[in-house]
């Protein structure tokens, strides 16, 4: 028998019934009503001064409250935490900025071809003559056309979500680091060689290693269990859809996609532990998105001087 009395004033028989807790709410008393119910036992709920009280038989009130207790405790985690990731909105003007400049860069690319030459990732320019730009313009520039439209959808989905993750200005920024550090690392792992790469998969497969890799971090900050729905299927979802996109064969760089997805998973797990995107102001995310295009820019810039 489950009864609620919401009536303010004493019990009725209040000599035959004990009051086991004090709740805020109706349904917190009646969650914990359940385990009077799985004893076989009969409670009421009777509101009093604000508070919801769980009312049982005096008799067995000390039997019972054990009960609540245990249950209590088995229960204290459930339901899991739900992350609060920040869906928040967000311009979509920076991202469609980044499509109309790659977009710009492959037609200048194409009516003058010696610019694929002089902004491709190339290790002995890079390494032997210290053409650090190229790491950057590399990013920018595209074999044909297919090339250029997988990237750019690619950019248009990933580069967007990332940014409804950490704000327009702290996306941008690492997925340009990420990128250009990937092709830091290829030039490494080729010295000696002539090695020579371009195209904004990097850019691609670092938003995708943002998106997989920063609810992992918030996941890692929490101090109380969460339902892993919110940080291991994004994370499992991103490595999936690497295995996928990521992959193939020659003249597809793999090697440079996994730099790329490594480097943007490892930033933007740091960034989810320390929760620094909470902490950027919206004069930081300018900031950072001008950085970003700085970078860029500056790059280009250089290698126009050569």
Request: hydrophobic letters at 50%; glycine letters at 10%; one cysteine or more.
């Amino acid at each position: 028998m489950i009864e609620t009395n919401e009536q303010n004033g004493g019990f009725e028989d209040s000599e035959q019934l004990a009051v086991l807790g004090s709740y805020r709410t109706t349904r917190l008393a009646h969650e914990a009503g359940l385990a009077v119910l799985a004893y076989g036992e009969h409670y009421w709920v009777h509101m009093e001064s604000g508070r919801y009280l769980l009312v049982v038989r005096r008799e067995q009130a000390e039997a019972l409250k054990r009960e609540v207790e245990i249950s209590t405790l088995r229960n204290r985690y459930w339901p899991p935490q739900s992350l609060e990731l920040p869906v928040r909105s967000i311009r979509k003007g920076p991202t469609i900025l980044a499509i109309l400049g790659i977009i710009l860069a492959f037609s200048l690319q194409t009516a003058h071809p010696e610019i694929s030459t002089l902004g491709v990732n190339n290790s002995q320019a890079v390494w032997e003559n210290g053409e650090w730009w190229r790491i950057f313009t590399a990013m920018t520039l595209h074999a044909d056309l297919s090339h250029l439209a997988g990237n750019l959808l690619g950019l248009s989905l990933f580069g967007y979500l990332s940014c409804r993750y950490l704000g327009n200005g702290l996306a941008w920024f690492l997925i340009v680091i990420s990128a250009a550090a990937s092709n830091a690392t290829s030039i490494l792992a080729n010295l000696g060689q002539d090695y020579q790469s371009l195209g904004a998969s990097t850019a691609v497969f670092a938003a995708l290693g943002l998106i997989a890799g920063f609810p992992l971090g918030v996941f890692l900050r929490a101090k109380e269990p969460i339902q892993q729905r919110d940080w291991l299927i994004p994370f499992f979802g991103g490595c999936v859809l690497f295995a996928w996109m990521g992959g193939g064969e020659f003249p597809t760089d793999v090697a440079a996609h996994l730099w790329s997805f490594g480097y943007g998973a490892l930033f933007a797990t740091l960034i989810g532990v320390t929760a620094l995107h909470a902490k950027l102001k919206k004069v930081a995310q300018s900031f950072l998105l001008l950085a970003a295009g700085t970078l860029l820019g500056a790059a280009w810039f250089w290698a126009s001087l050569t």
